[in-house]
């Protein structure tokens, strides 16, 4: 299990078993017993804070990762692996995550130095390699 996997969840009723995206990073997944996650669903409704997937990505129909709803949830409560989100879709989680926790409101409020630092944070992706900027 790792960041940019998706996972069926069992959730609590009267919801049902959903698909979700590991959000958690790397280094804390084998650390703890719980992940950070975000629900995927068929209703798609065009918000930023959305990540569009599909067949490419293990799933039956086109749905949309919502980062409106990030929770933390046990891990014992994964029940099937469904598919990998790549390198390219994980920035744009990266970017709904960013609209979702409202950040561009925080970073016009920040002085010039905290901006600077904040350009240089990097939202680390699925591949070890692979780094993208916030923009």
Not at 106 to 121: P, V
Request: glycine share 6%; net charge positive.
């Amino acid at each position: 299990m790792t960041r940019g996997e998706i996972w069926r969840y069992e959730f609590s009723r009267p919801d049902k078993r959903r698909p979700v995206l590991i959000l958690s990073r790397p280094e804390v997944i084998d650390l703890l017993h719980t992940v950070m996650v975000a629900p995927i669903t068929s209703t798609i409704r065009g918000l930023p804070s959305e990540v569009i997937v599909g067949v490419e990505e293990g799933l039956k129909q086109k749905s949309a990762i919502n980062l409106d709803h990030v929770q933390t949830i046990e891990k014992s409560r994964l029940k099937q692996f469904v598919g990998t989100v790549g390198a390219v879709k994980m920035k744009a989680v990266c970017q709904a995550l960013a609209v979702a926790a409202h950040s561009e409101e925080w970073r016009e409020q920040i002085d010039g130095h905290a901006q600077t630092s904040l350009s240089k944070m990097r939202c680390r992706l699925n591949a070890p390699t692979a780094e993208a900027e916030l923009p």
